[in-house]
């Protein structure tokens, strides 16, 4: 395989401070280890213009802060050392807190279906920090590199990057404040595709909606309710046995009447492409792809075949522009069937039945030269879905070049903000994932990508009718608005959960729809200036301490939104943290305890439209609406950008860009056009302007836009009225709201009614979370020291449970467990939860989880089968059975981690995923102890347990997990000899 042109092979160990160039402008420096390292370097992938990388400016200035390096077998390991109080952002595509302190992240693009909070590895990867410092200045570090790469944030202040050699630090600034850091960012890797205007509107999807006959009736439906929506999606189903580019002919044999049929009806349509390609001579995909030679291939330079929707599949090398031109023409051809936008899926790239979860890094990518030449797939694999989106990008831009691309992707890398939005990935329908949605597209917003938003609702589970509510509530006010759910759960449109919940949502998506003259405003700010579209409250003020970890709440312009994301907590019992300054709060007469807080910043001004059902609907004509807020000079501005919603003609000038003022003087408020841009002419419409006074109060006054409109302000008296009648309005909607039950039923396979609220044991070193129901399942296990889960999972499925016998069958899964005993630490107790299930004949499981207060480090199981009711005639004894221990643990980096244990006999064992699955009895049973461990998190989850108890251990590694199994013995039990195994788990540092 040829190697990149110039690459040299460092040396074993160097170290010292890193040399430095001043790059693209003023305030930004490239950091290299040595010269020889410069010109090793691979060719940027993040940068829209690789020069501005590589071409040295003049500049007079020296770096604030300078990066060292050490370079130890093959890694370069950069560490930057910042005041004390710094506050870090960014890392892109992340779970988990805001504030990043205390976290490590590793760029490795990863299908994590159902992750967690202390999932090190999403769907993308952005090697990036932003760092706030203690002055409310800012600091960005870019480490550009599409290699894994480690981002360690665990040491306060310190900032390490680790990956393979050689590779650049970008650091921008400091500047004055966090928006200047990510400006100066966009000028390195572009700014967002300018979006049309349709696809801020809200978006319905599922998987799958089963037939064009249910796709029209979910869209007749939400026009008959009066629920706002713009845009319906088309998931894998919609496929000829899920091979792209074709169309299932009984359920949509009709592509393009479908899709008349959803404009006819002020809807759009979009439709899912993944990058797996069946493997099948006929498929006429297959065939020119094979003609154009456009597959990746294995190290032996035959195609590669993995595993996924389709059965065999081959992949197309997006990093050969000969492969991007082949997928784009095929695009174009496809976007003639009605597809207003396309869905990247799965192009991490997924694969199925591989542990790794994705292709051998192996494999080989012969790549253009510009992007780095003929590579392994370790080098392009970050890349590869970003370069998917570009070439999906350009094949929508082919078919119409009149009409602005969107794409969705769901793998991507730094810049790729360029060609796609993004979603936040296969979350869960639970508090816990609604709560980290916000912190999510923030974190996403921080590092170059403001189009995104995660699945309202959540994708895996079903969704309580609050929970849902609640989620549309924040979720109406992200940049990117879509409702997403899974197969096999219940519907998650806005009107499945009741008429609490559709009430709520049809308020939440009715104020987005009046803010998307905003919004779209935002957009348009963030595509020519590469400001960010939504922010983090502290964004009001950064130099507030306080506000730095505020996760509820975060900001769209000046416009701040509170959410609650606490269940049994409303808005109304929130507690808001508010920046300095004026804030005024209001809402659109749709108050509601399960909707978002609006405040508005004083000396601001936001354009408002009137509430439609799509997009489409609204009129430039129609009248405008403006929110004023005075500042404490009685004064406010604020900008409205207006187009055709779509096409290029903003560019050339075919645009209205109007900054409007807002002035008291002698009480009288003058509210006026201060100055345009762009050659669209002014419609002729109405303007409408609500002046806050505070409290919800607003007054109200008529003009024509364009004109100067003035209001008389009342008396301090009259305000003081005005307040105290919002108010008590306000008081009354919270009051007269239905609020949205709060009941979610799970049937049990004998009609028993079974709650799914996991329960939490928190002591020590360990975070758990138990469902006592499916089999006592512990669906979390969270080492805190680490930050580290060894186990996260949704309730249905996963997890850590017990087995009654050999057959693989979960009692619990049928069978309803009881929580005996719940014991609380605070009550002097040790922190505890003692469960059982009924198994039949006389049979329960019984188990007991423990924290102990005596050893904080661990937690403990203790099992047991135990014969309760040996029917008559058996002796006393039970049937023939066997306590299987069944933890399933996510695999954080697959390829870097194994089973290791010393067995009784002596001999020493270490089980590689390749190994399949390995069971162990007789001498070769480890002695009472083996362990999980993760090379590149230095460390290991250790298993200790009673040997005499243990009769066969088994290792069993699926796709991105692997079980560690404890069987006992296969007997009959009676009152007097029960099955027993007890075990418990604690975290080592391996060094």
């Known amino acids: ?417 360029r060609y796609a939005a993004t979603w936040t990935g296969d979350n869960l329908s639970n508090w816990d994932h609604l709560h980290m949605s916000i912190s999510m597209v923030l974190q996403l917003g921080l590092s170059g990508q403001p189009l995104s938003g995660p699945d309202i609702g959540g994708f895996a589970g079903n969704a309580t009718p609050r929970l849902f509510g609640r989620w549309m509530g924040v979720g109406a006010m992200f940049p990117f608005c879509r409702g997403h759910s899974e197969i096999d759960t219940v519907d998650h449109e806005p009107w499945s959960f009741g008429e609490e919940c559709e009430e709520v949502c049809r308020l939440a998506l009715k104020r987005r729809y009046r803010l998307i003259p905003h919004i779209y405003t935002l957009f348009y700010m963030a595509h020519t200036t590469g400001t960010p579209v939504a922010t983090p409250t502290f964004f009001a003020d950064p130099k507030d301490p306080s506000l730095r970890t505020v996760e509820n709440s975060f900001l769209m312009g000046p416009l701040l939104i509170y959410a609650s994301t606490i269940p049994d907590q409303g808005l109304d019992e929130l507690q808001h943290k508010l920046p300095k300054g004026i804030w005024l709060s209001f809402d659109f007469d749709d108050s509601h305890p399960d909707l978002p807080a609006l405040y508005l910043q004083g000396g601001s001004i936001i354009p408002l439209g009137p509430p439609h059902q799509h997009v489409g609907e609204a009129d430039p004509t129609d009248d405008l609406t403006l929110l004023v807020a005075l500042d404490e000079h009685g004064k406010a501005e604020g900008v409205l950008f207006e187009d055709d919603g779509d096409g290029y003609e903003f560019t050339t000038g075919g645009y209205l860009l109007t900054y409007y003022v807002a002035e008291l003087q002698s009480s009288v408020v003058s509210v006026r056009v201060s100055k345009t841009e762009g050659s669209w002419k002014r419609p002729k419409r109405g303007l409408h302007v609500q002046l806050l006074l505070g409290g919800g109060a607003k007054m109200d006054a008529q003009g024509t836009d364009g004109e100067v409109l003035q209001i008389t302000m009342p008396s301090e008296h009259e305000v003081s009225d005005l307040v105290s009648t919002s108010k008590e309005q306000y008081r009354n909607r919270l009051e007269s709201a239905k609020h949205i039950p709060d009941v979610q039923e799970v049937s049990g396979h004998k009609g028993i009614e079974l709650s799914s609220t996991p329960i939490e044991l928190k002591s020590g070193d360990w975070a758990l979370k138990v469902v006592p129901w499916i089999g006592g399942r512990i669906i979390s296990m969270m080492h805190l020291p680490s930050g580290t889960q060894w186990l996260h999972s949704r309730i249905e499925a996963n997890g850590y449970e017990e087995y009654s016998g050999v057959e693989y069958r979960s009692a619990g899964w049928s069978e309803e467990y009881t929580i005996v005993e719940h014991n609380l630490e605070q009550a002097g107790e040790e922190e505890s939860l003692k469960l059982e299930g009924e198994i039949g004949g006389g049979l329960v499981i019984e188990r007991q989880i423990s924290l102990p207060k005596d050893n904080s480090k661990v937690f403990r199981v203790d099992s047991g089968i135990i014969a309760r009711n040996v029917g008559a005639g058996s002796g006393g004894y039970s049937r023939l059975v066997c306590l299987r221990v069944h933890p399933m643990f996510n695999l954080l980096h697959p390829t870097e981690t194994f089973v290791s244990f010393v067995s009784i006999d002596g001999s020493k064992h270490e089980v590689w995923p390749e190994a399949g699955e390995q069971s162990y009895e007789g001498n070769l049973r480890p002695n009472g102890e083996w362990m999980l461990v993760d090379k590149c998190l230095g460390l290991a989850l250790v298993n200790r347990f009673d040997i005499t108890e243990v009769h066969k251990c088994l290792v069993h590694w699926g796709t991105g997990t692997v079980n560690l199994e404890l069987w006992s013995e296969q007997r009959p039990v009676s009152k007097q000899s029960p099955l027993m195994i007890a075990h418990e788990y604690e975290v080592r540092v391996i060094p």
């Open 1 to 417: 395989m040829a190697e990149y042109e110039g690459k040299v092979v460092p040396a074993d160990f160097t170290s010292g401070n890193m040399l430095f160039e001043p790059i693209l402008e003023e305030g930004v420096f490239r950091f290299d280890c040595s010269s020889d390292d410069r010109d090793a370097a691979f060719p940027s992938l993040s940068f829209t213009n690789q020069k501005n990388r590589d071409m040295p400016i003049m500049n007079h200035k020296v770096p604030m802060y300078t990066p060292t390096f050490e370079c130890v077998l093959g890694q370069q390991i950069v560490t930057i050392e910042l005041p004390t109080g710094t506050s870090f952002y960014g890392t892109g595509e992340v779970s988990g807190q805001l504030e990043r302190t205390g976290k490590r992240v590793f760029t490795w693009n990863t299908d994590a279906w159902g992750y967690g909070s202390g999932t090190t590895s999403l769907y993308q990867s952005h090697p990036w920090v932003l760092a706030v410092l203690p002055n409310g200045e800012a600091l960005g570090i870019l480490a550009d590199t599409t290699r894994r790469c480690e981002i360690d944030l665990r040491k306060e202040s310190i900032v390490k990057f680790s990956a393979s050699s050689s590779y650049p630090i970008i650091t921008f600034g400091p500047f004055a404040s966090p928006t200047a850091v990510l400006t100066s960012l966009s000028h390195a890797i572009g700014t967002v595709f300018m979006p049309p205007k349709w696809s801020l509107g809200y978006q319905q999807c599922r998987w799958s909606y089963d037939s064009a006959v249910r796709v029209l009736e979910v869209a007749r439906t939400f026009r008959e309710k009066g629920i706002p929506c713009d845009v319906i999606w088309m998931d894998i189903d919609y496929m000829d046995g899920f091979q792209c580019f074709t169309f299932d002919q009984e359920r949509f044999s009709d592509p393009k009447s479908l899709g008349k049929d959803l404009h006819l009806n002020g809807f759009k349509a979009i439709w899912m492409l993944d990058p797996g390609i069946k493997q099948e001579d006929g498929y006429f995909v297959y065939d020119s792809g094979s003609a154009n030679d456009v597959w990746i291939h294995k190290a032996d330079g035959t195609p590669f075949v993995g595993e996924v929707w389709p059965g065999p599949c081959v992949f197309p090398d997006f990093t050969q522009s000969k492969a991007r031109s082949w997928w784009a023409c095929l695009v174009k051809d496809f976007i003639s069937n009605g597809v207003d936008g396309i869905w990247n899926d799965m192009n991490e790239p997924a694969v199925f039945k591989t542990v790794t979860k994705t292709m051998p890094e192996d494999n080989v990518h012969r790549g253009d030269a510009e992007l780095g030449g003929c590579q392994n797939h370790s080098h392009y694999h970050n890349v590869y879905g970003m370069l998917m989106a570009r070439s999906t990008y350009e094949g929508m831009k082919l078919a119409n070049e009149n009409k602005r691309p969107f794409v969705l992707t769901r793998a991507g890398f730094i810049g790729s903000q």
